[in-house]
């Protein structure tokens, strides 16, 4: 069964400051996702990470995939208070469907 | 586009009481899943189809049916509500061709009292 854990669970930071999210998952998958959640909203759609060594980057987000090591990182630089939000990784079971397990996610938030 | 569209957004039942959530995608995508998402907590798999006429358990199944009788519509059936199943519902959908990220409704919060 695969388990997908991130930590921190909750990060405060100073806005101006860096920090990184990290996700480990426990079985083989070369797909991981990052989405964003705001308050009583859906989710966002961040970054899709297609395999191993990929690397993207939005504004003061960045994310990195290692495979090998089973771990997604979401680095943010610089944070800004609109950052504050609830980011999630999701990897991708192989098989039928493609389903998706979610982390339990890390709450941000940015203080000023 | 419409994209995801779910319906309704709020509700509350009592317990023993039966639902059907909607929802609804105009994108043409053959992957349809259904989430729970508990407070503070990530997204659990209830159910999900692969195209119509196919559907399948996810991992938090007990309590609730699905049908998919057509691409479009893909609705969650609670029967005899439990306190249990207080929680918010999202419905997704995914192009299998491209088989990249999931499109999100804007999700059903739900409460059993």
């Known amino acids: 069964e695969l388990k997908v854990e991130q930590n921190p669970l909750f990060l405060s930071m100073q806005e101006g400051k860096n920090y990184t999210i990290y996700c480990n998952y426990s079985?083989?998958?070369?797909?991981l996702y990052w989405y964003r959640q705001d308050p009583g909203k859906s989710l966002e759609s961040l970054f899709v990470?297609?395999?191993?060594?990929a690397v993207k980057q939005e504004g003061r987000l960045m994310a990195s995939l290692d495979t090998k090591a089973r771990l997604s990182t979401l680095h943010i630089t610089a944070a800004v208070h609109d950052l504050s939000a609830t980011y999630f990784c999701a990897v991708e079971n192989t098989g039928t469907a493609s389903k998706l397990t979610f982390g339990t996610g890390t709450r941000l938030q940015v203080t000023l | 586009n419409a994209g995801v569209t779910q319906t309704p957004k709020f509700r509350i039942l009592k317990i023993g009481q039966s639902m059907t959530l909607q929802c609804t995608q105009d994108?043409?995508?053959?992957?349809m899943y259904w989430y729970r998402q508990d407070p503070g907590m990530g997204l659990k798999l209830i159910y999900y189809s692969v195209g119509a006429g196919i559907t399948d358990k996810g991992e938090v199944p007990n309590g609730y049916n699905v049908s998919r009788s057509t691409t479009e519509d893909f609705p969650l059936r609670l029967e005899l509500a439990a306190p249990s199943q207080t929680s918010v519902y999202f419905c997704a959908s995914r192009d299998d061709a491209t088989n990249e990220k999931l499109f999100f409704g804007s999700g059903t919060q739900l409460s059993v009292l």
């Open positions: 994108m043409n995508h053959n992957y």
């Open positions: 079985t083989t998958s070369d797909r």
């Open positions: 990470l297609l395999s191993n060594g």
